[in-house]
C-alpha cells in the first residue's frame, strides 16, 4: 500500500501546474475469471480534466491476500540420507495477494466531470502485480513426519513468487456530484492481460490470477480548485 501512496504522490507533483484536480479513494472487488476468488481492495486515484467532459486519471489499488480452497502436495526430500522415510508428501495452500495501477482517459455524459448525476466510460492500461506465497503444513498427509529441519523442497520450489502482467481494458461508471461536498462514484472496469511475466515457478502457480480480470470499485472524490 506504501508504493501506492508514494506513487500517487508523485504523480499528483506532476500535475501541480493545472488549476484544478481531484482526489478520489474508496473500495473494491476483483473478480479474476474462472479463479473462483474475489477479494475485497481499496484503492486511490487522482484525476485531471482536460475539459468540462473529458477527464485523464490514474489509480492504484491493493487486493487483501486470498487462498486457495484446494490442497496441493510438494514432494520434500531428507538432507540426510540416513533418514527414513528418505522423501515425504507434504500439503500446502497458496496465499496470493494483488497490487494494481492503471490509468486511462474518461469522457462524461449526460452531466459535466464536476456537475449533477452523469455517466462516464473510457480506455484503461493497467500494470498488476500478483504475490505468492506457500504455506506448508507442519506435517506430512499423514499427520505423522515432521519435515522442517530435516527435508527440503524439490529443486526449483520457493516460497514466495509474483506474476507481473500488463492490461489493456475498458471502464464504465456512475457517478453524483453533490455541490461542494463532493463527488460518490462506482465503475466497472475489465481488462485483458496481453503480456505477463513470472519470476519463478510458485509465482505461475497462484490461484488468484487470471487473464480476463473485472474490477468493481464505489469510492468517494473531492475536487481541489
Same mark, same amino acid.
Given at each position: &500500500? ?18 484544478? &484536480?481531484?482526489?478520489? +479513494?474508496?473500495? #473494491? ?6 479463479? +473462483? ?13 482536460? !475539459? *468540462? @467532459? ?11 491476500p486470498s487462498s486457495g480452497a @484446494?490442497?496441493?502436495?510438494?514432494? &520434500? ?11 515425504? !508428501?507434504?500439503?500446502?495452500? *497458496? ?7 492503471? #490509468?486511462?482517459?474518461?469522457?462524461? &455524459? ?11 466510460? +473510457? ?6 502485480? *500478483? ?19 530435516? %527435508?527440503?523442497?524439490?529443486? #526449483?520450489?520457493?516460497?514466495?513468487? !509474483?506474476?507481473? %502482467? ?18 460518490? %462514484?462506482?465503475?466497472?472496469? #475489465? ?13 505461475? !502457480? ?16 473531492? @475536487?481541489?480548485?
Amino acid at each position: &500500500m506504501t508504493r501506492i501512496v508514494h506513487f500517487l504522490i508523485i504523480t499528483a507533483l506532476s500535475l501541480t501546474a493545472n488549476a484544478q &484536480m481531484s482526489l478520489s +479513494g474508496g473500495t #473494491g472487488i476483483l473478480n479474476g475469471l474462472g479463479t +473462483g476468488f474475489k477479494p475485497l481492495g481499496f484503492h486511490l486515484g487522482l484525476e485531471l480534466p482536460r !475539459s *468540462n @467532459d473529458l477527464t485523464f486519471y490514474v489509480r492504484g489499488a491493493a487486493f487483501l491476500p486470498s487462498s486457495g480452497a @484446494d490442497t496441493n502436495y510438494a514432494n &520434500m526430500t531428507a538432507i540426510s540420507l540416513t533418514t527414513v522415510p528418505y522423501t515425504l !508428501s507434504v500439503p500446502y495452500q *497458496n496465499r496470493s495477494s494483488t497490487y494494481y495501477f492503471e #490509468g486511462g482517459t474518461r469522457s462524461y &455524459m449526460l452531466n459535466d466531470y464536476d456537475n449533477g448525476f452523469g455517466l462516464y466510460g +473510457g480506455s484503461v492500461v493497467g500494470f498488476g502485480i *500478483n504475490r505468492t506465497k506457500v504455506k506448508y503444513n507442519q506435517f506430512d498427509y499423514t499427520n505423522t513426519y515432521q519435515w522442517e529441519g530435516k %527435508y527440503l523442497p524439490a529443486n #526449483g520450489s520457493e516460497t514466495k513468487g !509474483s506474476i507481473y %502482467y500488463l492490461a489493456l481494458g475498458i471502464q464504465g461508471g456512475i457517478k453524483y456530484t453533490i455541490p461542494i461536498r463532493g463527488t460518490i %462514484y462506482f465503475d466497472i472496469t #475489465g481488462t485483458y492481460s496481453v503480456l505477463n511475466i513470472a519470476n519463478n515457478n510458485t509465482g505461475s !502457480s497462484s490461484s488468484t490470477y487470471s487473464r480476463l480480470n473485472f474490477l468493481f470499485n464505489l469510492g468517494y472524490r473531492r @475536487d481541489l480548485y
